[in-house]
């Protein structure tokens, strides 16, 4: 992949002039305020780092190099016989600003199976030393650690590389852990949903259809989902838990294997990556409890007056950012619609999303009452035979190593420093209320 490695370091030079020039023109000029409020909040809203491959708006959504989903699914490649994008082209997109061309996606899609192949057999010593009941998120770490090994920084590090040369190391070991998260993810879930197993490589499948064949889920509506799955979930710019984990532990000179897993701990949590779990878990329970399948409007809001009534919350409604139905939300949507508008799950799903913003909205006090990603994607698994909900959070996390790695790219070649905001005490910040203390001034 010399032509794509050399068409990222050509579009890192010139980013980085023009990034020194706007340093050295307007470095002293300040860019917003921060309220008290937002350090108390986790600094919600405060613009603090700069991050390359997609912006998350308000109102329209993640925006990957400025081209929106919607349009992504279009004008990204397709493989033959295939209705979804490949996400090895919103990679390429990522990381050169430029739409690959279907030659530009094939290549990559050759070069990661390649590299795939190559997967160290104690990466699967390491995971099949954990109880077989241990959570399928720290299965996939720990063997995403188990392959730090194979860290190129680590080892030319050690011997002693100019720092001109990092941008060149992030991409190759970037290149080769997004190539091998497949696999590992595959293996963790054969042996705590299949009895185990080995899981190969074909040379001839692009990324999302080798990993729907290793694990075992390889009908074509699967393979594609997949693919829409791998390319909706793959970055949210730098803001979020995942991405901006990857990027401080990266900002320390991590390597990639180092950086990744420690945003995917982040992933693991219930309010970032775990939410998708949340959410069949959340369904399952309340046809349960309605002794329904497909409970009605009615049944439906008084479960979810219950659940707001015992202190919980709605899972996958409500976001950070958006103020509106998230279109990773509305891509699940249209596929479902597509390949199975009479599955009971789907329809439950998209009666839940009738009647949970009104109810939310009538609290007063929440800013986004409408469904984010999480909501709908478990009731499209769960359609073509994966209830193993448990594991879901590893699909978001092999899709998010293409944003993250990506950006990770990118502050290398950028030479971005290590990342070290300021903190305060509240005696501070109450000396500063009274006018004494003037750390801030």
């Given at each position: 992949?010399?032509?794509?490695?050399?068409?990222?370091k050509?579009?890192?030079d010139?980013?980085?002039?023009?990034?020194?020039?706007?340093?050295?023109?307007?470095g002293?000029?300040?860019?917003?305020e921060?309220?008290?409020?937002?350090?108390?909040?986790?600094?919600?809203g405060?613009t603090g780092?700069?991050?390359?491959?997609?912006?998350?708006?308000?109102?329209?959504?993640?925006?990957?190099?400025?081209?929106?989903?919607?349009?992504?699914?279009?004008?990204?490649?397709?493989?033959?016989?295939?209705h979804?994008?490949?996400?090895?082209?919103?990679?390429?997109?990522?990381?050169?600003?430029?739409?690959?061309?279907?030659?530009d996606?094939?290549?990559?899609?050759?070069?990661?199976?390649?590299r795939?192949?190559?997967?160290p057999?104690h990466v699967?010593?390491?995971?099949?030393?954990?109880?077989?009941?241990?959570?399928p998120?720290?299965?996939?770490?720990?063997?995403v650690?188990?392959?730090?090994?194979e860290?190129?920084f680590?080892?030319k590090?050690?011997a002693?590389?100019?720092?001109?040369d990092?941008?060149?190391?992030?991409?190759?070991d970037?290149?080769?852990?997004?190539?091998?998260l497949?696999?590992?993810?595959?293996?963790?879930?054969?042996?705590?949903?299949?009895?185990?197993?080995?899981v190969?490589?074909?040379?001839?499948?692009d990324?999302?259809?080798n990993?729907?064949?290793?694990?075992?889920?390889d009908?074509?509506?699967?393979?594609?989902l997949?693919?829409?799955?791998f390319?909706?979930?793959?970055d949210?710019?730098?803001g979020?838990?995942?991405?901006?984990?990857?990027?401080?532990?990266?900002?320390?000179?991590?390597?990639?294997?180092?950086?990744?897993?420690?945003?995917?701990?982040g992933?693991?949590?219930p309010?970032?990556?775990?939410?998708?779990q949340?959410?069949?878990?959340w369904?399952?329970?309340?046809?349960?409890?309605l002794?329904?399948?497909q409970?009605t409007?009615e049944?439906?809001?008084?479960?979810?007056?219950?659940?707001?009534?015992e202190?919980?919350?709605?899972p996958?409604?409500?976001?950070?950012v958006?103020?509106?139905?998230d279109?990773?939300?509305?891509?699940q949507?249209?596929?479902?619609?597509?390949?199975?508008?009479?599955?009971?799950?789907?329809?439950?799903?998209?009666k839940?999303?009738e009647?949970?913003p009104?109810?939310l909205?009538?609290?007063?006090k929440?800013?986004?009452?409408?469904?984010?990603?999480?909501?709908?994607?478990g009731?499209?698994?769960?359609?073509?035979?994966?209830k193993?909900?448990?594991?879901?959070?590893?699909?978001?996390?092999?899709?998010?190593?293409?944003?993250?790695?990506?950006?990770?790219?990118?502050?290398?070649?950028?030479?971005f420093?290590l990342?070290r905001?300021?903190?305060v005490?509240?005696e501070?910040?109450?000396?500063?209320?009274?006018g004494?203390?003037?750390i801030?001034?």
């Amino acid at each position: 992949m010399e032509k794509l490695k050399t068409l990222f370091k050509s579009k890192a030079d010139a980013l980085a002039g023009e990034i020194k020039d706007i340093i050295k023109e307007h470095g002293t000029k300040k860019i917003g305020e921060v309220q008290l409020a937002q350090i108390y909040q986790g600094m919600r809203g405060i613009t603090g780092m700069v991050y390359e491959t997609s912006l998350l708006d308000a109102q329209d959504g993640i925006r990957f190099r400025g081209h929106a989903i919607a349009d992504l699914q279009k004008k990204l490649p397709h493989a033959d016989g295939g209705h979804e994008p490949l996400p090895e082209g919103i990679f390429y997109l990522m990381l050169t600003g430029e739409l690959p061309t279907k030659a530009d996606v094939a290549e990559l899609s050759k070069d990661w199976a390649a590299r795939a192949q190559n997967t160290p057999a104690h990466v699967f010593k390491a995971i099949d030393a954990l109880p077989i009941n241990t959570h399928p998120m720290t299965q996939y770490v720990v063997g995403v650690m188990a392959l730090q090994t194979e860290s190129i920084f680590a080892k030319k590090y050690a011997a002693g590389v100019n720092k001109k040369d990092y941008w060149s190391i992030m991409f190759d070991d970037s290149m080769n852990l997004i190539a091998r998260l497949p696999v590992i993810a595959a293996y963790v879930y054969k042996r705590k949903y299949k009895g185990g197993g080995t899981v190969s490589v074909d040379p001839a499948l692009d990324w999302s259809a080798n990993f729907a064949k290793m694990i075992g889920y390889d009908k074509p509506g699967f393979t594609d989902l997949m693919r829409l799955y791998f390319t909706i979930h793959a970055d949210h710019e730098g803001g979020n838990v995942s991405a901006h984990t990857t990027h401080l532990v990266g900002s320390a000179l991590s390597d990639a294997y180092l950086s990744y897993a420690a945003g995917m701990n982040g992933l693991a949590g219930p309010l970032h990556g775990l939410a998708n779990q949340e959410v069949i878990k959340w369904i399952f329970e309340m046809q349960k409890s309605l002794g329904s399948e497909q409970p009605t409007g009615e049944q439906i809001a008084a479960y979810v007056q219950k659940t707001l009534s015992e202190g919980k919350v709605v899972p996958g409604y409500g976001h950070a950012v958006l103020r509106k139905t998230d279109p990773r939300f509305t891509a699940q949507q249209e596929f479902a619609k597509k390949y199975m508008p009479n599955d009971p799950l789907v329809q439950t799903v998209w009666k839940i999303y009738e009647t949970v913003p009104p109810i939310l909205q009538s609290l007063g006090k929440i800013k986004n009452p409408w469904p984010n990603v999480d909501a709908h994607s478990g009731a499209l698994l769960t359609h073509y035979g994966m209830k193993d909900y448990e594991y879901y959070t590893v699909l978001f996390g092999v899709s998010r190593a293409l944003g993250v790695l990506a950006a990770l790219c990118w502050s290398r070649a950028l030479g971005f420093p290590l990342e070290r905001p300021k903190s305060v005490t509240t005696e501070n910040v109450k000396a500063w209320l009274k006018g004494v203390d003037t750390i801030w001034d």
